[in-house]
Nanobody, 120 residues
Framework: QVQLVESGGGLVQPGGSLRLSCAASGITLTRYSVGWFRQAPGKEREGVSCISDGSTYYADSVKGRFTVSRDKAKDTVYLQMNSLKPEDTAVYYC???????????????WGQGTQVTDSS
């Protein structure tokens, strides 16, 4: 059974940083394209970033502030979030998917999410 688990969320001041982690069981995570999504209260889930075969993609709203990476030895995907803004407050999810011509298509395996909250 495939399970994804996110961690690293928390309370953060504007301008602060957090690093989210996505680990998996039942699958070798770093063999696949992995995306990060987020959902703020009252809003639809939106794509934030993804990584695939060494290529990375970012939503315009986080470009220059967030960095996605993966550690094959630890089989973990990370989302480094810097210069956090109040509008970054959301539940963040990782998901396995497919990348095709710059577009990420999420699959069925999602984590449970980790909460990132602006403390201001």
């Amino acid at each position: 059974q495939v399970q994804l688990v996110e961690s690293g969320g928390g309370l953060v001041q504007p301008g602060g940083s957090l690093r989210l982690s996505c680990a998996a069981s039942g699958i070798t995570l770093t063999r696949y394209s992995v995306g990060w999504f987020r959902q703020a209260p009252g809003k639809e889930r939106e794509g934030v970033s993804c990584i695939s075969d060494g290529s990375t993609y970012y939503a315009d709203s986080v470009k220059g502030r967030f960095t996605v990476s993966r550690d094959k030895a630890k089989d973990t995907v990370y989302l480094q979030m810097n210069s956090l803004k109040p509008e970054d407050t959301a539940v963040y999810y990782c998901v396995i998917g497919i990348t095709d011509r710059g577009m990420f298509y999420p699959g069925d395996y999602w984590g449970q999410g980790t909460q990132v909250t602006d403390s201001s």
